[in-house]
């Protein structure tokens, strides 16, 4: 009797597993990427394979834009600074004829960006800089829970990659603690990436501007200055981990060559590690581009990911949906 | 039977948790302090109290010299600083003459810290930079495997609190997660904070020298440089705090005026909070210092407990015992 029940019990153990990495991956379809993801994680559980992973060191990093969310027409916390910028005008007639903002206000993106990153830079710190932390995370919140894409009309986020959301939860049922590493802001992303992806805040790294630590009548705030503190993008992606983490993770999943230092650092390290790129390639069901894309641009990514032993992920041929609906 | 069974398992559940509350915290003293963080706990984990705090928001922040660990004679890292500077010495001829370092190699060091901080940072940037990151970490480790302190003749790693590693212990074991937030070098301490006090690299949060990643040889390192990246003290910790982990603890520990701001922004937010300070006072078994101190000097702090209704430990009547052995 105890015997049967030992069995039973053990079967049921057995059958759940393999049960659970199936279905786990749901929205991902059988092929090598998925294959590559599930052995990683299976063999990283195992004490008894040599690839065994010790719980503590289990760390994933993911990239936010194009790797878990869109970044089509433009990052979304573009679109956040510009809608900022336009209802912040009333208060400063001088940007009617200031650029980038005069070029925002008459609704010329393309114009407003012909300067390139530094007239982004520009736009992120004057909509993101002067209120407190807290003032800044409900103008956020707010603009999240209004706010529609372009081009899809869906909330932004919605625009999540259901593939990835299913690898995240895959993950952490298999005890890896998941974080984000992105170029995007960190007080931007900490909104909702709890809600949205089950990544709480302290464990989201991004780029940040400077803030001091003041009391108001009384009341500690945090007040944003118009100042950078920390770009966390290429170079700067690896350095903003060391400080945050502390140590090197084994897996790294990115889609754009601002993730290139994170995916090489991670995989140059000892035992088993894995790197991914997500490549953009389904046209009909998001967008299709890499090399000339004035977002998530992919070169080296693209030229090295074979010899590097990245995986690279086709959206249209490995991912059965994109979006969750 | 099933009633019974069900009865049985019930009572050995409410045993095992008063067990466990009167004994987690055995090297405390029954008194108010021991007894104002047992009350905390049970209610921030009794879902039918309205002091309940969900698990995400269960933060603890722990200051490190002179709240876990001892500080006298002097901060241990330094000790260290000062035992890098020994052995460095012979590549930096220059250093027999030059200020503070000739004072460090006559053994001097009330002569090299006569300036105060800004000599002493001069001295940790001499001997913190220059290297990997991976090379760092090994200079502390060797240095923590051998050196012993001054009066006690124990390893650095041994002059921790045994009531506060069982306060670590208490507060894990109820879902809380406990971070390190200290003025000490976020890299030095993450060298022994897993083994010693069980806290990740990941939520060790401290002061740091700006790193660059680069290649050598095709090798991705972390090359320090002798430049203050951030300073975690006073004003600085809340702002360490909000960076890494992106919200309000809900307690904070620390014991001089450099913690002050932490616990003030801790215990101002809504809902329950708690503030501890660590009063210096047995100068038997540890030190007795606080006002006059030139490290860890209590004045705000010690002025201020009662109206901030703050715990004020007292460590000559509240621990039973100051170290494990």
Not at 71 to 89: G, T
Not at 163 to 176: G, S, T, V
Not at 253 to 269: H, I, K, P, R, Y
């Given at each position: 009797m105890k015997i049967k029940h030992y069995l039973l019990t053990l079967f049921l153990l057995l059958t759940t597993q393999v049960y659970l990495s199936a279905k786990a991956l749901n929205s991902w379809k059988n092929g090598s990427s998925k294959?590559?993801?599930?052995?990683?994680?299976?063999?990283?559980?195992?004490?008894?394979?040599?690839?065994?992973?010790?719980?503590?060191?289990?760390?994933?990093?993911?990239?936010?834009d194009g790797t878990l969310w869109?970044?089509?027409?433009?990052?979304?916390?573009?679109?956040?600074?510009?809608?900022?910028?336009?209802?912040?005008?009333?208060?400063?007639?001088?940007w009617q004829t200031e650029e980038p903002y005069a070029s925002i206000l008459k609704g010329d993106i393309e114009g407003a960006l012909h300067d390139g990153e530094e007239a982004l830079i520009k736009l992120v710190l004057a909509s993101h800089s002067g209120m407190t932390t807290k003032g800044f995370q409900d103008m956020v919140g707010d603009w999240l829970a209004s706010a529609t894409h372009p081009t899809t009309g869906r909330a932004y986020t919605e625009m999540?990659?259901?593939?990835?959301?299913?690898?995240?939860?895959?993950?952490?049922?298999?005890?890896?603690?998941?974080?984000?590493?992105?170029?995007?802001?960190?007080?931007?992303?900490?909104?909702f990436s709890e809600a949205v992806y089950g990544i709480p805040p302290e464990q989201v790294i991004g780029s940040r501007v400077r803030a001091?630590?003041?009391?108001?009548?009384?009341?500690?705030?945090?007040h944003r200055k118009a100042e950078l503190g920390f770009i966390n993008d290429?170079?700067?992606?690896?350095?903003?981990?060391?400080?945050?983490?502390?140590?090197?993770?084994?897996?790294?999943?990115?889609?754009?060559?601002?993730?290139?230092?994170?995916?090489?650092?991670?995989?140059?390290?000892?035992?088993?590690?894995?790197?991914?790129?997500?490549?953009?390639?389904?046209?009909?069901?998001?967008?299709?581009?890499d090399r000339e894309s004035h977002v998530g641009s992919l070169n080296r990514g693209l030229d090295e990911a074979a010899e590097r032993d990245w995986i690279l992920v086709d959206m249209k041929k490995d991912w059965r949906r994109v979006f969750p609906r």
């Open positions: 294959q590559a993801i599930i052995e990683f994680v299976e063999t990283a559980v195992d004490p008894e394979n040599d690839g065994f992973i010790p719980e503590s060191e289990r760390i994933a990093v993911f990239d936010n869109a970044e089509k027409p433009l990052y979304f916390q573009a679109l956040f600074a510009f809608d900022q910028i336009r209802s912040m005008a009333p208060e400063h007639p001088e999540v990659y259901q593939p990835m959301l299913e690898l995240l939860d895959y993950l952490r049922a298999n005890n890896f603690k998941t974080f984000i590493v992105s170029g995007g802001g960190i007080d931007f992303m900490r909104v001091d630590y003041t009391l108001v009548d009384g009341e500690p705030v945090f290429k170079a700067g992606k690896p350095v903003g981990i060391l400080e945050h983490i502390g140590r090197r993770p084994v897996m790294a999943f990115g889609n754009s060559d601002g993730d290139f230092q994170m995916l090489e650092w991670v995989t140059a390290g000892e035992g088993p590690r894995l790197g991914l790129l997500v490549h953009h390639t389904d046209e009909k069901r998001e967008w299709a581009y």
